[in-house]
């Protein structure tokens, strides 16, 4: 065992997938440490108010977006305000804890939480091990995918998202689904699009779906439908060019039953939640959303409830969240503008690579089979660019540094960041940008933690 862990410890590439599982252990080992440190009940009681068996270690976790997910679990939508949160992952909740024994507890309230626990710490598990498959999918024709597919994966692990990828909250899962997606998406596009296999309409139809559930489970999921407009236009184009051939006539019919699927995991628990406000309402006054031209039960609580909306948030009280927010925007904008500007390839010594000429031949050599990497990678900025602007100009702000953990093409543009400092001298290489960025992620991460268990800002 020991032997192991010290193979793992000093050749983690030789082992990637244990070596990923040892370093997620002791970084969630090191984040319920500082939750179980931080001080008191919290600055707000809450916890406590809706879910009073929630205490110790347990409670800890029960902070924030978690209150509302855990206590939706066990008792169902009882306030409109609630419906703001994932009707899916509530309904995951809910049946996985009917299954967890809670007979040490005096309170089955905390079925919801371990529920929610668990489902989180197996979720952004699974997801390191997806983004690392993807990496090396993407990167395949690269001599350092290794490299890269563990660096992203590693540093999936200590995303700023911190003790959010850890509680009942939607996070982990959303980031399982997506990077699973868009894994199903590339495999979709690796293949000849002339020999059109079932293996093909499996992967088209799978990310798809996937997506679907991760539009559920968080609605900026919704952005993904770039990704399926974008292959309906072609789809469409392709469609005129070859005069109806049967190969276009699939990609357009993949791309609108993708679309339809993302456009479903928004729509469906919409539908639940009209049924319930606006047609059985017997003894009850409808409510005023009921007759928007569209009837959405979630745009309307988040306006009324949260105030979000266009520019709402841009007040001068909340400079310090932009402020807060600003790394991870800036990190979003750069990587996507990466795929557009940068170098994929590398210009490390041992590639054979001295100039800035060579690298850029070798740029340009990319495999056909995933559509080239870099066309992949640009149709991937699309979504994390309209996260970065709604964020910017919609959302309360300072949530990017966690919804950004389910978006992986800034682990890639660090990773390969990373990769290409390292023929730099060690001095260079402590201060150099890539570096600066990782360790504010770790940083924060520890921070948010702390701050997160003590049920303080920011959320």
């Known amino acids: 065992m020991f032997g192991v862990l010290k193979k793992t410890w000093s050749h983690p590439l030789d082992r990637p997938k244990t070596s990923l599982t040892v370093a997620f252990i002791a970084w969630k080992l090191l984040l319920c440490l500082i ?118 994966a590693a540093l999936h692990i200590v995303s700023p998202a911190g003790l959010f990828l850890s509680a009942p909250c939607a996070e982990s899962l959303f980031s399982l689904l997506q990077f699973s997606g868009y894994y199903f998406y590339m495999k979709c596009h690796e293949e000849d699009p002339v020999r059109r296999s079932l293996q093909h309409r499996v992967n088209g139809l799978s990310s798809g779906a996937i997506l679907g559930l991760a539009t559920s489970i968080r ?132 590639d054979g690579v001295s100039n800035g000429k060579a690298a850029s031949t070798n740029a340009n050599k990319q495999s056909d089979s995933i559509m080239g990497s870099r066309k992949m990678m640009r149709l991937l900025s699309m979504p994390q660019l309209a996260l970065a602007l709604l964020a910017l100009t919609n959302y309360h702000v300072q949530i990017i540094t966690r919804l950004s953990s389910g978006y992986p093409l800034w682990y890639w543009w660090l990773a390969v960041s990373i990769i290409a400092n390292q023929d730099r001298s060690l001095s260079v290489v402590q201060w150099a940008k890539p570096q600066v960025i990782t360790r504010w992620m770790v940083i924060y991460a520890v921070i948010q933690g702390g701050l997160f268990a003590s049920f303080l800002p920011p959320a």
């Open 35 to 152: 939750a179980i440190s931080s001080p008191g009940q919290g600055y707000d009681t809450s916890t406590f108010l809706r879910q009073p068996a929630s205490k110790g270690l347990i409670g800890k976790f029960v902070r924030w977006d978690a209150i509302y997910f855990t206590q939706v679990a066990q008792h169902g939508y009882e306030f409109e305000q609630e419906w703001a949160f994932s009707y899916a992952f509530t309904r995951l909740l809910a049946f996985i804890s009917n299954g967890i024994i809670v007979s040490s507890f005096s309170d089955p309230g905390n079925a919801a939480a371990l529920a929610g626990i668990f489902t989180a710490q197996l979720s952004h598990w699974l997801s390191v091990l997806v983004l690392y498959a993807m990496t090396q999918a993407i990167f395949r024709t690269k001599p350092e995918v290794s490299q890269v597919a563990m660096i992203s």
């Open 219 to 350: 609605s900026n999921g919704l952005l993904n439908g770039v990704l399926f407009a974008s292959d309906a236009i072609n789809g469409c184009i392709e469609l005129i060019r070859t005069r109806g051939s049967r190969s276009s006539l699939e990609k357009l019919v993949l791309a609108g039953i993708g679309g339809l699927c993302t456009l479903l995991g928004a729509v469906l628990p919409q539908v639940v939640a009209y049924r319930e406000y606006c047609v059985d309402i017997t003894g009850r006054q409808k409510r005023p959303w009921c007759d928007h031209l569209v009837p959405s039960i979630y745009a309307w609580v988040q306006s009324h409830y949260w105030n979000v909306g266009f520019l709402r948030y841009w007040t001068l009280s909340n400079v310090p969240l932009f402020i807060l927010a600003a790394p991870m925007l800036v990190i979003l904008v750069q990587s996507a503008a990466w795929t557009w500007t940068g170098t994929i390839a590398f210009s490390t010594p041992r």
